[in-house]
């Protein structure tokens, strides 16, 4: 039976899951609906909202190489235990909108964390915010089995937020744990967003 997660909450993913070697993040997110404005609802926003996940893989809780920036430009870690399964540019539908596999076996030791963030695509330019978004959560799943192992739903507002950092998969100890993060940024995208985790 999956954890359902509050903020800042963290679970152990080795202990309740003997022999976890592969998880699959899950990150979904829908766009709210637009209050109708102005006469006959002219002036109501049409533009969809990209949302784009992102794995920040870490040594000591910082980005040392842009190579390390796991994204819809770079879809797989150097090492190959990081993978983006791929860029959903709505956000449309049920489910997770994008996925990030990690090979918890595969990741190089000098590796503590992998951060996953939502960035949404030129925020500034088309003067959108996650305020405009609904229903965002995280989820962990078992690749042996797509057992879902834990699932945080993000349930505060994030007026104002062009990123929300959702959680991060770390190791202690020799042991892999979760931790559901949530945290609001404000970021010109990917680019900003590294230099926030250097």
């Not at 959903?88 to 596999?101: F, K, R, S, Y």
């Not at 940024?185 to 230099?195: R, S, T």
Request: aromatic residues 8%; proline residues 3%.
């Amino acid at each position: 039976m999956a954890v359902s997660l509050q903020k800042g909450q963290k679970v152990s993913l080795s202990k309740e899951n003997p022999g976890l070697s592969r998880v699959i993040v899950g990150l979904g997110w829908d766009e709210a609906k637009p209050a109708k404005r102005g006469l006959f609802g002219f002036g109501a926003r049409t533009q969809a909202i990209d949302c784009d996940a992102s794995a920040l893989v870490c040594v000591d809780g910082k980005i040392q190489n842009t190579k390390d920036v796991v994204f819809y430009n770079n879809l797989t870690h150097p090492s190959g235990a990081v993978k983006h399964m791929g860029d959903n540019l709505t956000g449309a539908g049920e489910g997770d909108d994008e996925q990030i596999v990690i090979d918890l076996d595969r990741l190089p030791e000098q590796y503590d964390r992998v951060v996953m963030c939502v960035t949404i695509y030129q925020a500034r330019e088309r003067n959108q915010q996650f305020g405009m978004i609904q229903n965002s959560f995280i989820r962990l799943v078992d690749a042996r089995n797509n057992q879902e192992i834990c699932r945080y739903n993000l349930s505060e507002s994030y007026d104002g937020a062009t990123a929300v950092v959702f959680g991060e998969v770390y190791r202690r100890n020799g042991e892999w744990k979760f931790n559901a993060m949530g945290q609001p940024l404000q970021v010109g995208g990917i680019a900003e967003l590294v230099e926030h985790f250097r």
